[in-house]
């Protein structure tokens, strides 16, 4: 319901205290820079708002929280002292290359300490069963991702992160297809019928 979304983003800025930046998701591997505060959607529900098209948001200014919205795929926040991002990691995102293109988003934003990063809820391993040619596009990982026709999407998230130089990896380790419903949206439990939560990160 359109009201209940302006509500929300409401909400989401008021609790957060920044400016959320919203972006239109495409499955992709683009990482938007924020260098400046975006405009804010409007608060009438009849109006469309043209977001840019990315899967990841980078910033090292105050005020402004880059936000991604899932129902199945890791919203994943990777962070240095001076910028933060929130990537929007499904499995063609993870496939093509979403947490590399990230992680050199804030290191160019915040220098070269070291990056932390945290996986939030989204399609568990327990849950997650795709085709052959989803598999096919992590076979380099081998058996440590796949348990018959299921996918671990934070196993795979959690590599590439390693293999990136990242040390520091926090992960909620929920599953939002079979955790209590209350909890979670989930596209594939509802089938396609259902909402989204926000991955959000901002400096503080």
Do not use: K
Not at 44 to 56: L, W
Not at 107 to 118: H, I, T
Not at 138 to 166: T, Y
């Amino acid at each position: 319901r359109p009201e209940c979304v302006v509500r929300n983003r409401q909400l989401v800025q008021a609790l957060v205290g920044s400016r959320p930046g919203y972006i239109r998701q495409v499955h992709g591997t683009r990482v938007r820079r924020l260098a400046t505060i975006p405009d804010a959607p409007s608060d009438d529900p009849s109006v469309h708002t043209d977001f840019p098209e990315a899967d990841g948001q980078a910033t090292a200014l105050g005020g402004v929280a880059p936000m991604v919205l899932v129902a199945d795929c890791l919203p994943l926040a990777v962070a240095t002292t001076a910028g933060v991002g929130m990537l929007h990691c499904g499995w063609r995102g993870l496939a093509g290359g979403i947490i590399a293109e990230g992680v050199r988003a804030v290191r160019e934003l915040g220098g070269d300490g070291p990056v932390v990063a945290a996986i939030g809820p989204g399609a568990g391993p327990c849950c997650y069963e795709v085709g052959e040619e989803v598999h096919a596009a992590f076979s380099e990982l081998g058996p440590r991702v796949r348990d018959g026709r299921n996918l671990d999407l934070r196993g795979i998230a959690r590599v590439q992160l390693e293999r990136l130089g990242v040390g520091q990896i926090h992960d909620v380790a929920l599953c939002t297809i079979c955790a209590e419903r209350s909890l979670f949206f989930s596209h594939r439990r509802d089938n396609g019928m259902t909402g989204r939560q926000a991955g959000i990160a901002w400096l503080s």
